[in-house]
């Protein structure tokens, strides 16, 4: 395993900056990306959000694009990254502007949520980095404010999510833009066909790097489901959060309305909270974020989508006030805690109509959550064998439902 970033053979200046942002070791994804990445090679990483995969692909961008010594040239960006939300562009902007601090490259976000002319006029002065979600991206492109023909480097990032939230029609019009001569970088924490397909249209005899299984339960996170009836959770919920273990919290619902109604009922129980989801413009979300970062909010009550790219350190639960249908999205979910190191409990309330959604994760996950108090009946029917899905296999409706309740 590389020890040092100096060995993968990055430049002086990128070394300075990751320094001062006291990196020392490489992630496996970055140990393993970065060598092929220098080399021009196009990548497929299958990693989870917080396994260091921005600095795997923005360390050899930044290289390449610096060497290059090109200047901006008017709406035509020479690097793309597309990110399905917005809160995980402007995180990937953000480290492209640490790890380039000394690089002099200009770069700006493109994203839903904000005012058009901010952005135009950025793009109108030329970048070479645009960090953009595929929605206001394809208005850009077709009001003429951007060009693609200049683009020599791409990222997909979160190409799962992405085709979760019907981004797949927009992310093929936009590669259909592009130079075929480019270098392509694709990340996805899971592989499903659809996404796999994706990845085979824009990549050309990529390398591979896959730093865990495709789905992974942190080991050091405490999971305990508690059954209860679908009308009692919010008073359940308030409940659990007397104990004040529980001082920085991540809740998750499936959709908007129960998001706000959530969060309502809590700052009515005196439990300093913010709701966060795609109807909040991108103020409203980045004011969420902060008062959640500093404290000042206890609990974050967060649909799937708006809470993907959400980083804040020391989150001490996460609560699955409604399970995900889709078992994969608990992995994800519960991942927000236990992070660099630490212990974390994810706590689920479930209800008589979410026990096959229970059956799904316990299968894919390979192992029991725990159940804590309950109902005797709820525990009964548990043992129950799985009936089928009324809604059809997961996979031609999850996708619906998901652009639906962001």
Not at 79 to 84: K, S, V, W
Not at 144 to 164: N, Q, S, Y
Not at 321 to 332: D, K, R, S
Request: aromatic fraction near 4%; charged fraction near 25%; hydrophobic fraction near 45%.
């Amino acid at each position: 395993m590389t020890n040092s970033f100096a060995s993968l053979g990055l430049a002086e200046p990128i070394l300075r900056a990751l320094a001062a942002e006291k990196y020392e070791t490489p992630t496996p994804i970055q140990a393993q990306a970065i060598p092929a990445l220098l080399a021009g090679k196009d990548l497929l990483g299958i990693a989870q959000t917080g396994t260091g995969k921005t600095a795997a692909f923005a360390l050899p961008i930044l290289q390449h694009l610096a060497a290059q010594r090109a200047h901006p040239v008017p709406k035509s960006p020479r690097a793309l990254i597309l990110a399905p939300t917005r809160e995980l562009a402007i995180q990937i902007a953000e480290a492209f502007r640490a790890y380039g601090r000394f690089l002099g490259l200009r770069q700006t976000v493109v994203v839903g949520g904000v005012g058009y002319p901010q952005q135009i006029e950025a793009l109108r002065r030329g970048v070479d980095i645009l960090v953009a979600t595929p929605g206001r991206l394809m208005d850009h492109m077709e009001s003429g404010h951007v060009r693609l023909e200049r683009v020599t480097h791409l990222v997909l990032d979160e190409a799962d999510r992405m085709l979760d939230m019907g981004f797949v029609r927009d992310v093929r019009r936009i590669v259909a833009a592009l130079p075929k001569r480019r270098q392509s970088m694709f990340f996805s924490a899971t592989m499903p066909p659809e996404v796999t397909r994706l990845a085979h249209e824009m990549l050309f005899q990529p390398v591979r790097v896959e730093v865990t299984p495709q789905v992974v339960t942190v080991d050091k996170i405490q999971q305990n489901v508690h059954f209860v009836n679908a009308a009692d959770k919010r008073t359940h919920l308030i409940k659990l959060l007397g104990d004040p273990a529980l001082s920085r919290v991540i809740v998750f619902t499936r959709t908007k309305h129960a998001a706000n109604r959530v969060a309502e009922t809590l700052e009515r129980a005196k439990v300093p909270a913010e709701a966060i989801h795609g109807n909040k413009s991108q103020n409203a979300r980045q004011r969420a974020l902060e008062r959640f970062r500093s404290g000042r909010a206890r609990v974050l009550v967060a649909t799937d989508i708006a809470a993907r790219g959400i980083d804040v350190d020391g989150i001490t639960h996460v609560v699955n006030y409604e399970l995900p249908n889709v078992p994969e999205t608990y992995v994800h979910r519960i991942g927000r805690t236990a992070r660099a190191g630490a212990d974390g409990v994810a706590i689920s309330l479930c209800d008589g109509s979410e026990r096959a959604y229970l059956r799904d994760i316990e299968r894919l996950t390979r192992r029991p959550i725990a159940v804590v108090g309950g109902q005797p009946t709820l525990l009964a029917e548990r043992a129950k064998p799985a009936q089928p899905n009324r809604h059809g296999p997961a996979k031609h409706w999850h996708r619906r439902f998901a652009r639906r309740a962001a």
